[in-house]
C-alpha cells in the first residue's frame, strides 16, 4: 500500500485517463490541422533522438511541468512500433485515436490535432527528450494566440502592401492583445513577453513582494525566518556579500496535495531507512525561475534542471548544499522586480553515487543507489532523478532576495511608453554581446517579419538571446543620450 502510493505521487499520474487528452476549449481547434512551424520545433535534433534510441523500455508524456508515464498497455504499443522503426504510428486510448510521431515526439489526437510532447528511456538507459517540451494546454493556448494573430494579420494586409517601421516599443505590463504588423512588437520586460504568461506567476502582495501558492510570509522576528536568512545570508556571503533578502515563504501543508506530498515524504524516509540504514536526509537549495519556483509549489517537481553539458552530471533535478546556496542561485532567473528565488527543501539522498561530469544518467546505475552528485565525499550538487523527485525532495520554504547588482537600479519592468528603433537598440547590445548572438538576433528578426514567428515567441528570443541585463543597459544608454 506504502509502495503504491509513493509510486503514484512520484510519476505524477492522473488519476483517470492518464494516457489520453482532450480539451474544453473546442472554439480553438482548428479541424484536425496542426501548424507546421509550431509542430517542427528542432526538428532535427528529435529526429535524431529517434534514429540513435534503442527500444525504449518507458514513454512518458508532457503535462504540468511534469513528465507522465504512459500505462504500460500504450508502452507495448508504442514499443511494437518502435521495434520495427516506424516513425509514425497510430493507436487508440479509451476510445480516442491517436498518432503517435517519434521523430517529432509528439502525441497527436487524431480528431482534433491536439499535440503534446512525448519522451521515453530506452533499453541501454539513456533518456530522450525533446528539444522543447510543451502540454496540450500550452499547445491550444500557442495556437489560439498565433492563430487570432495570423487571421488578424492577414486580414489587415490583404490587398495591400505594408511596410512596417523598424522600430520597438519597451512597454511592461501592457502587452498588445494583437500582433500589430503596421509596427513592430513591443518589448515587454515583464514576464509575459517571456511566454507563457508566467507574470501570472507572481501575484503581488502588497508592497511589490511575491506570493506563492500554498505558503505564508513569515514575519522577519520569525524563529524560522531567522535561521532560514540566517543560513542563506552566510553561505551566499561566498560570493555576494550584499544580497538583500526580501521576503521568506514557508509552505503551509493545507491542501489534499500538500498533505498527500508530505505522507509520501515521511513514508519515504521510514522506506530508505528500511533498506539502507539510514535516510541520509539532508537541507539542500533548489533555484530557478520564478515560473518554476511556482511550478513546484504547486505541481511538484517534474521537469530536470538545466545545466551547461560541461558542468552536468547526469540529468535530474539539481540542489546545492545548505552552505552552498549561490550555487543554486545561478540557476535562479532575475525576475521582473530583480529578485531570485530559491526553494530550501528537505532532501532524502540514500545512498549517493559519483556521477562524471557529461553525464546523460537519468537513473541510479544499480539498485545500490538512491541519488548521484559530483563528489559524494565534499558535494556541490546532489542530482535527484526526475522519476523519484516528488518522493525524496520536500520544500519548506522560498526565499528571495536581490543580488548586490541589481540594487540601486530601476527594474527593467519600470522602463515604459519609450519606442526605440531596432536600428538603435542593436547598435547598442551589438557591442556587448559575440557576433555569434548579433546575427542570431537578425535571424531572429528576419523570422518575425516573415511572419514565421509570433511575437510573444519573438520578443522571448530576443530576451534569451540579449538577456535582460544588456537590454537594460542598452535602454538607460539610449534614455541618457536623449
Given at each position: ?26 472554439t ?8 507546421s ?10 529526429n ?8 525504449p ?11 507522465v ?16 522503426r ?9 476510445g ?5 510521431d517519434?521523430?517529432r ?16 528511456i ?5 533518456c530522450?527528450?525533446?528539444?522543447d517540451f510543451f ?27 505594408c ?23 513591443e518589448?515587454?520586460?515583464?514576464y ?7 507574470v501570472k ?6 508592497g511589490?513582494?511575491?506570493k506563492?501558492?500554498n505558503?505564508?510570509?513569515l514575519?522577519e ?10 543560513n ?34 515521511q ?10 540504514g539510514t535516510s541520509?536526509m ?22 530536470p534542471s ?5 558542468d ?5 533535478i ?17 525576475d ?5 528565488h530559491?526553494i ?10 559519483k ?12 539498485v545500490?543507489?538512491d541519488?548521484?552528485s ?11 532523478w ?7 525532495i520536500?520544500?519548506e520554504s ?14 527593467l ?50 530576451r ?5 541585463e ?13
Amino acid at each position: 500500500m506504502t509502495m503504491n502510493l509513493v509510486e503514484s505521487v512520484g510519476v505524477r499520474v492522473p488519476p483517470s485517463a492518464p494516457a489520453s487528452f482532450s480539451s474544453s476549449k473546442g472554439t480553438c481547434k482548428r479541424g484536425g490541422s496542426v501548424r507546421s512551424g509550431f509542430c517542427k520545433r528542432d526538428f532535427s535534433q528529435n529526429n535524431a533522438n529517434f534514429g540513435r534510441s534503442a527500444v525504449p523500455l518507458r514513454f512518458m508524456y508532457f503535462r504540468n511541468d511534469s513528465w507522465v508515464n504512459f500505462s504500460a498497455d500504450v508502452v507495448e504499443t508504442l514499443r511494437a512500433g518502435f521495434l520495427e522503426r516506424k516513425p509514425i504510428i497510430e493507436t487508440s486510448i479509451d476510445g480516442s485515436k491517436y498518432i503517435f510521431d517519434f521523430k517529432r515526439m509528439l502525441q497527436i489526437e487524431y480528431s482534433t490535432g491536439n499535440c503534446r510532447s512525448i519522451s521515453w528511456i530506452d533499453e541501454s538507459g539513456k533518456c530522450f527528450f525533446p528539444s522543447d517540451f510543451f502540454s496540450e494546454e500550452e499547445f491550444i493556448e500557442s495556437e489560439c494566440s498565433e492563430w487570432d494573430d495570423y487571421t488578424s494579420c492577414n486580414y489587415k494586409n490583404k490587398n495591400c502592401n505594408c511596410n512596417p517601421k523598424i522600430e520597438i516599443e519597451v512597454k511592461i505590463d501592457r502587452p498588445s492583445s494583437k500582433r500589430k504588423r503596421e509596427e513592430e512588437p513591443e518589448v515587454s520586460s515583464s514576464y509575459k513577453a517571456a511566454g507563457n504568461d508566467a507574470v501570472k506567476c507572481q501575484r503581488l502582495e502588497e508592497g511589490g513582494d511575491t506570493k506563492w501558492p500554498n505558503t505564508i510570509r513569515l514575519n522577519e522576528t520569525d524563529m524560522t525566518s531567522m535561521l532560514v536568512k540566517d543560513n542563506f545570508l552566510k553561505g551566499i556571503a561566498k560570493v555576494d556579500t550584499g544580497a538583500l533578502v526580501t521576503s521568506i515563504h514557508q509552505c503551509k501543508r493545507e491542501t489534499h496535495l500538500d498533505k498527500a506530498r508530505h505522507e509520501v515524504f515521511q513514508k519515504q524516509i521510514e522506506v530508505t531507512k528500511a533498506t539502507r540504514g539510514t535516510s541520509n536526509m539532508v537541507y539542500a537549495w533548489f533555484g530557478a525561475s520564478a515560473k518554476r519556483v511556482e511550478s513546484v509549489l504547486a505541481h511538484g517537481f517534474g521537469l530536470p534542471s538545466k545545466l551547461p553539458a560541461a558542468d552536468a552530471y547526469g540529468i535530474g533535478i539539481y540542489l546545492s548544499p545548505v552552505g552552498l546556496p549561490h550555487l543554486s542561485a545561478k540557476l535562479a532567473d532575475v525576475d521582473g522586480n530583480d529578485l531570485k528565488h530559491l526553494i530550501l527543501c528537505r532532501v532524502i539522498l540514500g545512498n549517493v553515487e559519483k556521477v562524471e561530469a557529461g553525464s546523460e544518467q537519468c537513473y541510479p546505475s544499480s539498485v545500490d543507489f538512491d541519488t548521484g552528485s559530483d563528489d559524494p565525499k565534499n558535494p556541490k550538487w546532489y542530482v535527484v532523478w526526475s522519476n523519484i523527485a516528488n518522493m525524496h525532495i520536500l520544500p519548506e520554504s522560498v526565499v528571495s532576495f536581490r543580488p548586490s547588482n541589481m540594487q540601486g537600479q530601476a527594474p527593467l519592468r519600470a522602463v515604459a511608453g519609450v519606442k526605440y528603433s531596432l536600428e538603435k537598440l542593436f547598435s547598442k547590445i551589438k557591442s556587448s554581446l559575440p557576433p555569434g548572438k548579433v546575427q542570431e538576433i537578425l535571424m531572429i528578426y528576419s523570422t518575425y517579419r516573415a511572419g514565421m514567428m509570433a511575437k510573444d515567441a519573438f520578443i522571448k528570443k530576443l530576451r534569451q538571446v540579449a538577456g535582460d541585463e544588456v537590454l537594460r543597459s542598452a535602454i538607460q544608454d539610449i534614455n541618457a543620450s536623449g
